[in-house]
C-alpha cells in the first residue's frame, strides 16, 4: 500500500447503518416515480436484514420479522427503517455525530448551519 493512503477502519453496525439510510433513500426514490423494487432490490434487502440481524441481540432481534418471499415494497421500506433506527441507537456518540455531520437534511443540519454562523 503507498504511503500517503490512509486505512479508515469502521464497525461493522456504522457501515450497516448507512447501508440502511442508503436503501431506505433509493428504495423511496425509486417508489416515488412508481418504480417497482426488482430481485436484486429483494435480494439485497435480505441481506441488509441478516446482517442487522447478526449485529442485534435481545427484544430488537427478536422482533425482526420473516421475510416473505416477495416483500412488499412498502413492508421493505418500513422495515428497513426501523432497523436503522434500531441500529443507530448503538452507535457510539462520535459515529452517531458523524452520522448525523453527513446528513444534508433535518435536525443535524439545521443545528450544523447555526453553529457556523
Do not use: W
Request: proline share 9%.
Amino acid at each position: 500500500m503507498p504511503e500517503n493512503e490512509k486505512l479508515i477502519h469502521r464497525r461493522a453496525i456504522f457501515l450497516r447503518v448507512y447501508e440502511l439510510e442508503g436503501f431506505c433513500h433509493g428504495l423511496s426514490q425509486a417508489l416515488a416515480v412508481g418504480q417497482s423494487p426488482g430481485p436484486m432490490t429483494q435480494q439485497y434487502f435480505r441481506t441488509l436484514v441478516k446482517g442487522a440481524s447478526d449485529v442485534l441481540v435481545g427484544p430488537g432481534k427478536d422482533e425482526i420479522p420473516d421475510i416473505e418471499p416477495n416483500p412488499s415494497p412498502t413492508d421493505m421500506l418500513v422495515v428497513a427503517s426501523i432497523l436503522r433506527s434500531l441500529l443507530t441507537a448503538f452507535l457510539t456518540p462520535d459515529e452517531r455525530e458523524e452520522q448525523q455531520s453527513a446528513q444534508p437534511f433535518g435536525f443535524a443540519a439545521g443545528t450544523r448551519a447555526s453553529k457556523d454562523r
